[in-house]
């Protein structure tokens, strides 16, 4: 599969943008710096479409979602940074094969028209969790479309269905394609975390890094449910989304980080593309 040029783990810390990060953006170095080698290493693979998954879009319990707009944009001036401003491209002929493919496996996707969003008073800005990830590739030098996805409450079995269904959509087009999951690991890893501590946070990450170097989505299947319900994170859904993308395909992990500064699991993640398994 030539056009998926390369995917992604990455998390979303604001902090992790030098303008809203500042003093503390040293705290989160081994971060920044693998979000750079990543960006650095997509952009190398010259990708005309970047599709986004994030966690923190418009979040329905029976469905995925896409933002269906012209051009897409945001800023971080919900973080104290009103002018570190975004905007791209929606490819919107990939986006007609999403929807498609997403038909065809039976995987429920709501289209995020200005109507749509209105109705459920939602927005259409790029969230924290797409902008993160997004102003390292920017930074990178990406200035291509993108293809906006909100995670659903879905089944992880579902995820990974919809991951096969971005796949397909993909390979239907003469295009290069990267994928990005965004997501953060545990939010209890320390007594003064967002979430509240819980010792089982650590080892989620442990499990969850572990599965994610090796491509292992058998391992993320058959993790405890306990152990996830324990461990507050946000990044598990988008995680099978990125495995099912990669779903029959052979990969190459090529950097791979991870650190818990603030209690929170940051986990990078990049892999290459080598073709069909």
Excluded at 164 to 184: C, E, F, Y
Excluded at 252 to 258: D, I, K, P
Aim: charged fraction near 20%.
């Amino acid at each position: 599969m030539d056009n998926l040029v390369g995917c992604a783990l990455m998390p979303h810390p604001p902090l992790m943008i030098p303008e809203v990060g500042k003093a503390e953006l040293d705290t989160v170095k081994t971060t920044v710096e693998a979000a750079n080698q990543v960006a650095e290493m997509l952009k190398q693979s010259n990708p005309q479409t970047v599709v986004i998954i994030t966690p923190h879009g418009p979040v329905f319990e029976d469905a995925v979602a896409v933002s269906i707009h012209p051009r897409l944009r945001g800023s971080m001036a919900s973080f104290g940074a009103p002018d570190v401003a975004l905007a791209f491209e929606t490819d919107n002929l990939l986006i007609k094969h999403v929807i498609r493919s997403c038909q065809r496996l039976g995987i429920n996707l709501m289209e995020l028209t200005d109507d749509v969003a209105k109705n459920y008073r939602v927005s259409l800005n790029l969230d924290h969790g797409a902008f993160v990830p997004l102003y390292y590739l920017a930074k990178a030098g990406f200035k291509g479309q993108i293809v906006h996805l909100s995670m659903g409450m879905l089944a992880y079995e579902e995820m990974y269905t919809f991951g096969k269904a971005v796949q397909a959509a993909i390979g239907n087009l003469d295009k290069r394609v990267a994928v990005i999951a965004s997501g953060d690991l545990s939010h209890r890893l320390t007594p003064d975390a967002p979430a509240g501590y819980n010792p089982h946070g650590a080892e989620f990450d442990k499990q969850v890094v572990e599965a994610l170097k090796n491509a292992d989505v058998k391992a993320l299947l058959s993790m405890d449910k306990n152990l996830i319900e324990a461990a507050g994170e946000c990044g598990l859904r988008p995680i099978f989304f990125l495995m099912g993308v990669m779903g029959g395909l052979d990969v190459e992990v090529t950097s791979a980080s991870y650190e818990g500064p603030f209690g929170v699991g940051y986990a990078v993640v990049a892999y290459k593309i080598k073709g069909k398994k």
